[in-house]
DNA sequence: ATGGCCATGCGACATTTTGTCGCAGCTGTG
DNA sequence: CACAGCTGCGACAAAATGTCGCATGGCCAT
């Protein structure tokens, strides 16, 4: 298996930057297409980007080269991927990362950034955005107090969320602290939270 | 206007610790009557307690003697109550800061804590649930066998019943906020209060 | 290694709860 | 009065949940 380097696909126009020069990244999602399409777009913006789809493989390669910036999916195959933020902070607290995650919930949030990731941000994303969530400084501006009522749905999906991570993530404790059935809580967890 | 202390409530028992060991604890929020309450149960688990409804008196307060902790709604006011994190987290980076919110989003969460808020909490929530959040260090499972966190149902009742008020009691109005059925909103309200 | 204990993922099927329509009554307003 | 919005409720299909059961896999003490 060839090596996952997108940089042969650099575009001359942007190889006036000496490519030794170009900041590194590694990017951590079990999603292959994704990762492929994503990896594309970062190149394209100036990163060294390598991949990985599991949290082992990522410390092999983090511990080889640290990267500078790292974009991690929450929901690896088994593990989290906050294990993963965490380590890579602990290689390099100066390791700028983003968090991704399809199933985005305040409760993970919470989790991702005392664990130290840069920003957290929820599928479909774009790498505009993530270029954005790397040069992010905590005070800055753009926060909306708006908040309008989330559905109940929502309300009980952040809830959930809380008390799952409360609890290690242990769902059959997690189903018997809210008074459900373990069936149910699996069900509801398999879907994604809506947005409103 | 009385000092806003409720030392003075704390029944015989409690006594045994000497007043000045007691915790500070600085709650800012908006709402009186919910600060009311939510003083009177931090009082009664051993803080020494003082209340502000606005950031200009939170920080007279917090310069003449910082708090060790504090409880920030989210959204005071006119301003939001993230400036009031940064500004305690400057006057004593060992503050504990805990977020509180009417309508949580992940984009707010993520703010508070960057800023430095220990945690982040939609409300509602009880005195218990912030205990703990005080005391969450984060990414472990201390699992201090929280006590009965609410049902899904009885947290869906609670957060139903706030949007109606908050709406004139108007089921109409509020199930489209909830993006629910008014049928079932009409359902859920016929049943009691769920029990826990 | 072996058995006990528990968490987990998931299929299958009976029950319940929602989503949807529709209708009739009530109320304020131009 | 006509119009528009809120409300309560019946009815029936669609979706979610409660329940059982089973197989897998990790952990631990025997």
Same sequence: chains 1, 2.
Wanted: glycine content about 4%.
């Amino acid at each position: 298996m060839p090596e996952l380097r997108y940089n042969n696909t650099l575009p001359a126009y942007d190889m006036i930057e000496d490519i030794s020069e170009q900041p590194t990244l590694l990017i951590i999602d079990d999603d292959k297409i994704f990762c492929g399409v994503l990896a594309k777009a970062m190149t394209k913006r100036g990163f060294s980007v390598e991949i990985t789809h599991n949290i082992e493989d990522a410390l092999t390669k983090a511990e080889a080269a640290t990267p500078e910036y790292a974009i991690v999916d929450l929901k690896l195959d088994s593990e989290s991927g906050l294990v993963l933020v965490e380590k890579l902070k602990a290689l390099d607290p100066g390791t700028r990362i983003v968090m991704l995650t399809g199933y985005a919930s305040v409760a993970t949030a919470v989790e991702a950034i005392k664990l130290g990731a840069t920003h957290y941000l929820a599928k479909p994303v774009d790498a505009d955005e993530i270029m954005a969530a790397f040069d992010r400084i905590s005070g800055e501006a753009d926060t909306p107090i708006s908040a309008s009522p989330l559905s109940v749905g929502r309300l009980e999906w952040e809830y959930i969320q809380r008390i799952l991570t409360e609890n290690d993530n242990n769902i059959s404790v997690t189903a018997r602290i809210l008074n459900m059935h373990r069936r149910t809580l699996q069900r509801k967890l398999a879907k994604k939270p809506h947005r409103n």
